[in-house]
Nanobody, 114 residues
Framework: QVQLVESGGGLVQAGGSLRLSCAVS????????MGWYRQAPGKQRELVAS???????NYADSVKGRFTISRDNAKKTVYLQLNSLKAEDTAVYYC????????WGQGTQVTVSS
């Protein structure tokens, strides 16, 4: 059974930085596309960034130039570096593992104070 565990969220002032991690267990990793999503209160879950098994990355327009997704296949972990945070980045951040099925972590809260 694939399990994903996110960590690294917290409370930060606007302009600050955080690094989120998503550790994967119970499944293959290097051949899997991974993504970070977020859901703010009252809003739909949205894609923030994704990274393919080959390292290709994709970002939502709202985070381009501020967020960076990366992966460490040896550690079976995907990261999301969040810089220049804004109040509108406040949300629960989830990672997604996509192979034959989709798996989600439990989420980590990011709160940006203005």
């Amino acid at each position: 059974q694939v399990q994903l565990v996110e960590s690294g969220g917290g409370l930060v002032q606007a302009g600050g930085s955080l690094r989120l991690s998503c550790a994967v267990s119970g499944g293959t990793f290097s051949s899997v596309n991974m993504g970070w999503y977020r859901q703010a209160p009252g809003k739909q879950r949205e894609l923030v960034a994704s990274i393919s098994s080959g390292g290709w990355t994709n970002y939502a327009d709202s985070v381009k130039g501020r967020f960076t997704i990366s992966r460490d296949n040896a550690k079976k972990t995907v990261y999301l570096q969040l810089n220049s945070l804004k109040a509108e980045d406040t949300a629960v951040y989830y990672c997604r593992y996509t192979l034959s099925s989709d798996y989600w972590g439990q989420g980590t809260q990011v709160t940006v104070s203005s």
